[in-house]
């Protein structure tokens, strides 16, 4: 069995929408930072990121309902039984990560733990070439494009790491740097089971439903182990209800960025996907600035270290979008998503009309099941944002609503980019 | 695909080639090795 090449007027388009998924992912997963800075301190680690992902949970049922209908998702699960058991571990994955930063940022700040985590990309790059095809016969000015970009970007993120208004309290600087370090290994290799997933042929829209599983059923567990089990959560969730609005709306924004770097995981692949929704930090940097006022008096050179860190941040994500796969490392794609077929029992057909972006056998239109997801969805929305305080922060209202305009407007373009290319596939 | 009829093993069959696919391996022993560091840091 020998796939055909996809012609190479599809291949531009795929790579096109992928590298905008990219972006697009930044923009929103940066943007989920902000409504958690309304929080005010004294809320448990622990309680803040249960509650997030209660939000994505809530998000990652509804989204799907809403833009394909369920039914998409058993289609799925049919064909490729095998990646509901990724996708759980890849949730599992997620939740343990993320509850590491959130150590590593009580040890030695964000201003150090940032850049340490975000080596996720490199070690994601290396896992694409490794296991799944990913930059080989890719030529040595695309080699050079993905590596050197990522290189510099994560220079970049260094510089805007040791700006950030978030300093280091004073804990224990070696468990601090093993569990950001930590952190980013265990999301770079994430990124394997992603792209096991999309080089068979998953929707993104199916995968991450399954994958919230796991990142909820672990993140409740974990909470269950620091917060004095089920009695002890719920007595620490009880005291902050006011603010429970704001986790699981940065739950929900983070949502749509994740969903983003999903498509982009699949049509770019991880090594060049995940650097590009890394520009996340430059975004999360332009709410903390002008929303939130967080730099507000500082000299010059603060200022300098800030234009200087997002344009060298820019620059890498640049080169890394010019690097796009050619027809002959596609080639090489196509030969690990045959692996994978062979290997799971996957039928060819499905497998190669997938990667190419086509749902040919893909039901269309929502059943009533979709409405009632979405509908108790927005009502669990509602119901906390009737429970919420108002932020005691001082707010730059005109900025939040051009960085919103601004959020939109990728989601807009992005969204129908990816509709028209690959109706969502 | 096997021919086997419709049995719990049939039905589990999909189970197989993940136990033996060594890519799965690999974050399974990285997501041991993440609670093992998380029990540590806490």
């Keep these: 069995m020998d796939a055909a090449p996809v012609p190479a007027a599809r291949l531009r388009q795929l790579q096109a929408v992928g590298v905008l998924s990219g972006f697009a992912a930044g923009a929103w997963l940066g943007a989920a930072e902000a409504p958690t800075k309304v929080v005010t301190l004294g809320i448990s680690p622990i309680a803040i990121s249960l509650v997030m992902v209660l939000g994505v949970f809530v998000a990652r049922w509804s989204l799907p309902a809403l833009i394909r209908g369920t039914a998409n998702v058993g289609t799925d699960v049919r064909r490729t039984p095998h990646l509901v058991v990724w996708a759980l571990m890849a949730g599992c ?51 050079l494009g993905v590596i050197g970009g990522a290189t510099v970007m994560f220079v970049g993120a260094v510089i805007l790491a040791l700006v950030s208004p978030t300093q280091a309290p ?37 995968f991450i439903t399954f994958f919230t599983i796991g990142e909820l059923g672990m993140m409740v567990s974990l909470a269950f182990v620091y917060l004095g089990g089920p009695t ?10 006011g603010v429970l609005f704001w ?28 650097p590009l929704s890394n520009t996340n930090q430059l975004w999360g940097l332009l709410w903390g600035i002008f929303v939130f006022g967080e730099l507000a008096g500082s000299g010059r050179a603060v200022y300098g270290q800030v234009i200087g860190g997002s344009i060298i941040m820019a620059l890498g994500a640049g080169a890394i979008a010019l690097s796009t796969a050619a027809r002959a490392e596609h080639r090489r794609w196509q030969e690990a998503a045959q692996r994978e077929a062979e290997r799971y029992g996957v039928e060819p057909e499905y497998v190669r009309a997938r990667l190419s972006g086509y749902e040919t056998d893909a039901p269309r239109g929502r059943t009533v099941w979709d409405w009632l997801i979405v509908g108790v969805a927005t009502a669990v929305f509602i119901g906390f944002a009737a429970n919420a305080r108002a932020p005691e922060l001082q707010i730059h209202y005109g900025w939040a609503l051009g960085l919103t305009v601004v959020m939109l407007g990728l989601l807009g373009g992005c969204g129908v980019a990816l509709w028209r290319t690959t109706r969502l596939g | ?27 399974i022993a990285v997501l041991v090795g993440g609670l093992l560091l998380l029990t540590w840091v806490a």
């Design chain 1, 232 to 241: 002890g959560t719920w007595t620490e969730l009880a005291q902050v209800r």
């Design chain 1, 170 to 206: 004073g804990g224990s600087s070696a468990r601090g740097i093993a569990a950001a370090l930590g952190a980013g290994v265990l999301w770079g290799t994430m990124y394997i089971p992603y792209r096991k997933a999309y080089l068979t042929g998953m929707n993104p829209l199916s």
């Design chain 1, 247 to 274: 986790l699981l709306l940065g739950g929900f924004v983070w949502v749509v960025g994740d969903l983003f770097q999903q498509y982009a995981a699949k049509y770019v692949g991880i090594g060049r996907g995940i």
């Design chain 2, 1 to 27: 695909m096997t021919d086997l009829q419709d049995t719990p093993r049939r039905r589990l069959h999909w189970l197989r080639p993940i136990v033996g696919d060594i890519q799965f391996w690999i974050p």
């Design chain 1, 93 to 143: 994955i997620w939740a343990v990560a993320n509850t590491l930063t959130v150590f590593a940022i009580r040890d030695i700040g964000l201003s150090i733990a940032f850049p340490l985590w975000n080596t996720n990309s490199l070690l994601g790059i290396v896992w694409g070439a490794l296991l799944f095809n990913e930059l080989r016969g890719a030529g040595r000015v695309r080699w």
